[in-house]
């Protein structure tokens, strides 16, 4: 029996929540642009998919819209974030303060959808002691001392790929519940722990498939 998921309903597909986070975006655009309705196949098309796939997608979150009138875009949003899990604030500590830590912390668009990042560790001792934004750099050795019963539940992992399992590994120990990886290395975490892997050179990898290959079989 499918669990429950936070708003009574069955859950949803791993794919089917990327698709939210996409429908979020698109609802956030119609809004900032004034726009009182939005229809199926307004989203479809914005995701190039169909339209039908979009109402099944937002089934799953009840009955907000209306045939033939579409969606209100403010009340759509609501139970969007809610079932992606961003109707909170997630305390979150970043890992490894280099370019990548430093673009990821100006990124405006972590604090508008609930991630803080409120915490900052680095191995390097001429670091710890300084600040990056406003938010102070800490020593990676205290890592464990620092966080535990902090309240930090995500953790985003920028240290080299000989670092990465250790930096796993101590942030679980800690109390971190997901992760989201950076470095090129495959991480192995207890069943408990969620994680996201984001390997830009598998994506460009995708991309220069999607140019030279022929027909593509979809999935």
Same mark, same amino acid.
């Given at each position: #029996?499918?669990?429950?998921?936070?708003?009574?309903?069955?859950?949803?597909?791993?794919?089917?929540?990327?698709?939210?986070?996409? =429908?979020?975006?698109?609802?956030?655009?119609?809004?900032?642009? +004034?726009?009182?309705?939005?229809?199926?196949?307004?989203?479809?098309?914005?995701?190039?998919?169909?339209?039908?796939?979009?109402?099944?997608?937002?089934?799953?979150?009840?009955? %907000?819209? $209306?045939? /033939?009138?579409?969606?209100? *875009?403010?009340? !759509?949003?609501?139970?969007?974030?809610?079932?992606?899990?961003?109707?909170?604030?997630? *305390?979150?500590? %970043?890992?490894?303060?280099?370019?990548?830590?430093?673009?990821?912390?100006? =990124?405006?668009? &972590?604090?508008?959808? /609930? &991630? $803080?990042?409120?915490?900052?560790?680095?191995?390097?001792?001429?670091?710890? /002691?300084?600040?990056?934004? +406003?938010?102070?750099?800490?020593?990676?050795?205290? #890592?464990?001392?620092?966080?535990?019963?902090?309240?930090?539940?995500?953790?985003?992992?920028?240290?080299?790929?000989?670092?990465?399992?250790?930096?796993?590994?101590?942030?679980?120990?800690?109390?971190?519940?997901? !992760?989201?990886?950076?470095? *090129?290395? @495959?991480?192995?975490?207890? *069943? $408990?722990?969620?994680? @996201?892997?984001?390997? %830009?050179?598998?994506? %460009?990898?995708?991309?220069? &498939?999607? !140019?030279?290959?022929?027909?593509?079989?979809?999935?």
């Amino acid at each position: #029996m499918p669990r429950p998921n936070r708003i009574g309903e069955s859950r949803l597909s791993k794919a089917a929540a990327g698709r939210l986070s996409l =429908y979020l975006r698109a609802i956030e655009h119609a809004i900032s642009n +004034g726009q009182e309705r939005i229809s199926s196949q307004e989203l479809g098309q914005a995701l190039s998919i169909r339209d039908a796939q979009v109402r099944r997608d937002l089934a799953c979150l009840g009955t %907000l819209g $209306h045939p /033939g009138i579409g969606y209100n *875009p403010e009340k !759509l949003r609501k139970p969007i974030r809610r079932a992606l899990g961003i109707d909170r604030e997630w *305390p979150t500590v %970043l890992v490894g303060v280099g370019n990548l830590a430093r673009a990821l912390l100006r =990124y405006a668009g &972590f604090r508008q959808q /609930g &991630f $803080h990042i409120r915490w900052l560790f680095d191995s390097d001792p001429a670091k710890a /002691g300084t600040s990056l934004d +406003g938010v102070p750099i800490l020593p990676a050795e205290q #890592m464990e001392k620092i966080l535990s019963g902090s309240g930090a539940e995500l953790g985003l992992i920028a240290v080299p790929a000989s670092a990465a399992q250790e930096t796993a590994d101590r942030l679980i120990r800690a109390g971190v519940r997901g !992760l989201l990886n950076f470095a *090129p290395v @495959v991480l192995q975490l207890p *069943p $408990h722990v969620r994680l @996201v892997s984001v390997d %830009l050179t598998i994506q %460009l990898e995708q991309l220069t &498939f999607l !140019l030279t290959s022929g027909t593509i079989i979809s999935d």
